[in-house]
């Protein structure tokens, strides 16, 4: 991806916990059936909720990141969401505010999610419904838990293109969920 932008830089990895309590759902009517810990839900693959959020500059830019080595799902590969799995009793709305305030720094109780889809990704390493949000946001971005190894702005078109590219080391999940909704950025 050409036209790389402002990087950001590695901090600890302080805000995940293989003890965080994840809501289970039921896979047939996405009803809440229970809860695991994190490293549960992640090691059999169990059916949870969890949420992506697209950052976009006013300009259109799409702020994109490289995952951290120390991710527990698809480290080092490139992103243009933030997000994460919804803890117990959690909103899709507040666990979207949550990762995006712990993931990139950005923490306005006036920022507006607007919801793009919410659809079910399944695959042999996660299952679960995304609850995908856009938002735009021209203020700082602060990487402080160790989750992001370098991020950067593109223009939509190139993310569009790289989404819709199979060799491009996107995330999976994000790439189905954002063609499920024609790649909107």
Known sequence: MAGRGEAARPASRAGVS??????????????????????????????????????RRAGGEVLVHRRSATKDLWPGLVDCAFGGVLLVGESPVAGARRELAEEAGIDDPALVLEPLLTDWYRDGSTHYPGHVYRVTWDGPVIFTDGEVEAAWWEPADAVRAALADPASPFVPDTRALLASAGFRL
């Not at 293989?18 to 047939?28: F, I, N, Q, R």
């Not at 549960?40 to 169990?46: C, K, S």
């Open 18 to 55: 293989g003890d965080e309590l994840v809501a289970l759902l039921d896979p047939g009517t996405g009803a809440v059936v229970g809860a695991a810990p994190r490293r549960r839900v992640r090691a059999d693959n169990l059916p949870h909720a969890a949420t992506a959020v697209v950052v």
